[in-house]
């Protein structure tokens, strides 16, 4: 059975970060939104709370919202970067699928200062190290570059038999570039090469430790 949500669960919903959902409350109006799926918690410190695509619907007034009294959240809010290819599912929401990433990037610059000895955040952070495909196709997703899927051209990031080396493939030279800048600019150091065999260009990116 649907159920609204409360006066004071709805202002901790409109006063939301309109760009990237970051919520601000007590814990427990937090852990009631994260119960009905309105919101999920970051599994990083500083483990913010941030509006899944349920609760921005529910700010955003669209109909439609699930909230299902007595069932546990479906996992919202986990975030997966898109890494591009023909399989890539295509957002139900820009809009939304913006403020995902926003959050998303924003969340792991926080990583990166929390862990990084001078709290810098030019630099990837272990986690990234660890997560080389999808923290590289976050840092260009949260660039502004679109992924490749079954209907439109845009980049590929693929893993490679390098230790800590990604692969970067690009529809032409210029989103190549582009995405050789943005990844240059996000702290990793790219390369470009070309296949032996299919003469394919495309990006070799490394994340910088210095």
Known sequence: MSREPTAAQRRVIDAADPDTGRLRGTQAQ?????????????PRPPHD???????????????????RSG????????FVARV?????????????RLREVRGAWQGLLELRRMTS????????????????VR??????????????????????????????AVAVYAP?????????????????QPGEYTEPRTRTRYLLASPRRT
């Open 30 to 42: 937090l852990a009631a939104l994260v119960r009905r799926g309105l919101a999920f918690r970051h």
């Open 49 to 67: 709370h941030f509006l899944t695509p349920a609760g921005q619907r529910v700010r955003e007034g669209t109909p439609g919202t699930p909230e």
């Open 71 to 78: 069932q546990p959240a479906p996992s919202p809010g986990v």
């Open 84 to 96: 591009g290819g023909a399989e890539e599912a295509v957002p139900s929401s820009e809009a939304g």
């Open 117 to 132: 000895p001078d709290g810098s955040v030019d630099r990837p952070c272990a986690w990234e190290r660890g997560h080389l």
């Open 135 to 164: 923290a590289a196709a976050l840092a260009l997703e949260a660039a502004g570059h679109r992924p490749q899927t079954a209907a439109t051209p845009g980049y590929r990031v693929r893993a490679t038999p390098q230790p800590e």
């Open 172 to 188: 032409d030279a210029a989103v190549l570039a582009a995405c050789a800048d943005t990844l240059e600019r996000a702290g990793w």
